[in-house]
C-alpha cells in the first residue's frame, strides 16, 4: 500500500500543495475535480500541463474527488445532470493519467424496495458504464450506508465501472461500524482507501445528518442534538487501525491510503503526523 493526500487538505495553491505533499513524504495526491484549477472545463493544453506538474512533483495521481453532496440523487429530475458530470469527470480522470474517481451519492436505502433504490440503481448503471467506457471506476465513498447495504447494492448493480472508496473514519463516526469488517464486506470492490479517524459522540439520523451537509446546516443540527461526531488526527479516534491494515492486506488491497483531514486548526501538521503514523502502520 502507498501513502498520499488530498491536495486540498493542505489549504494552499494548488502549485504550492504538490511541493508540499512531497515534502511530507507523500507518494500521491488526490485532487477536487469542481474547481477552476481542476475540473472538466480545462482545456487540453491545461490538462497536459497538470500532469506534467504532477511528474515534475514526483507524485501520482491516486484519484479525483467528483463529489454529488449531500442530497445527490434525491431527486430523479436532476439524475441526467448528475451523470453528465459524472461522465466528465471521469473522462478528465482518463485524460490525467488516473484510474479513480470518488464521491458520495446519496444515502442508499436499506430496503430494495423504497423507491429510491431503483432510481439510484439506474443512475450509478450509468455512471458505471461511462467510467468503464473509458477505463475509470467510481469508487462510492463509504459512510451513509452500513457496508452490508453498499455490497447489496454494488452486487445489484453489477457494474465494473464502479467501485468502492472506503473511508474508516466515516463509517466510525456516522455508522459506528468497524473498518475492518467493514473491508471484509466490500473487499471485492474497494478501489482506493481515505486515511481519516473519527470519534462517534452518539448514534445519529444518518438521512438528517447528510442533509445538514447539503444545506450547510450540520451546526445548527448538533445544536439540537448535541455532538454526534468529530473527525480527529490519524491514531486519535475509534478506527482499529492495526485490525484495519490486516483487513486490507488480507483482501488483497496493494492501492492508496489517502489522507484526508477537513478539520483542525494546522491540517498540514495532522496531515505530516499521519505520514508518519501510516508508515509505522504499514511496517509493524
Not at 467528483?66 to 453528465?84: K, N, S, V
Not at 466510525?172 to 486515511?195: F, K, N, R, S, Y
Not at 454526534?228 to 482499529?240: C, S, Y
Not at 492508496?256 to 505530516?272: C, F, K, Y
Amino acid at each position: 500500500m502507498h501513502i498520499a493526500v488530498i491536495a486540498d487538505c493542505l489549504r494552499r495553491p494548488l502549485p504550492e500543495a504538490l511541493r508540499l505533499a512531497r515534502e511530507l513524504g507523500a507518494e500521491g495526491v488526490q485532487l477536487h475535480a469542481d474547481g477552476r484549477a481542476v475540473g472538466p472545463s480545462l482545456d487540453d493544453a491545461a490538462r497536459r500541463a497538470l500532469r506534467r506538474d504532477l511528474a515534475q512533483a514526483g507524485l501520482a495521481l491516486t484519484a479525483l474527488c467528483g463529489d454529488f453532496g449531500g442530497r445527490a440523487f434525491a431527486t430523479p429530475a436532476e439524475h441526467p445532470a448528475l451523470i453528465a458530470r459524472s461522465r466528465a469527470t471521469v473522462e478528465l480522470a482518463r485524460d490525467l493519467g488516473c484510474a479513480v474517481v470518488t464521491g458520495h451519492i446519496g444515502v442508499i436505502p436499506a430496503d430494495p424496495a423504497h423507491p429510491r433504490w431503483a432510481a439510484l440503481t439506474a443512475a450509478c448503471r450509468a455512471i458505471g458504464a461511462d467510467a468503464a467506457r473509458v477505463g475509470v471506476r467510481y469508487g462510492i465513498e463509504t459512510g451513509p450506508e452500513p457496508a452490508a447495504v453498499l455490497r447489496r447494492f454494488l452486487d445489484a448493480c453489477a457494474s465494473p465501472g464502479l467501485g468502492v472508496n472506503l473511508d474508516p473514519a466515516n463509517l466510525a463516526m456516522v455508522q459506528g461500524e468497524d473498518a475492518a469488517a467493514a473491508v471484509a464486506a466490500l473487499a471485492p470492490w474497494i478501489v482506493h482507501t481515505h486515511a481519516k479517524d473519527g470519534i462517534r459522540h452518539q448514534p445519529c439520523d444518518v438521512e438528517a445528518v447528510y442533509e445538514a451537509f447539503a444545506s450547510g446546516g450540520f451546526a445548527e443540527l448538533e445544536r439540537r442534538t448535541g455532538a454526534l461526531f468529530e473527525e480527529v488526527p490519524l491514531g486519535r479516534g475509534q478506527v482499529d487501525w492495526p485490525r484495519y491494515i490486516a483487513a486490507l492486506r488480507a483482501a488483497g488491497f496493494t492501492g492508496w491510503l489517502t489522507i484526508e483531514r477537513e478539520t483542525g486548526a494546522d491540517p498540514a501538521a495532522d496531515i505530516a503526523a499521519a505520514i508518519t503514523f501510516l508508515r509505522r502502520q504499514l511496517a509493524a
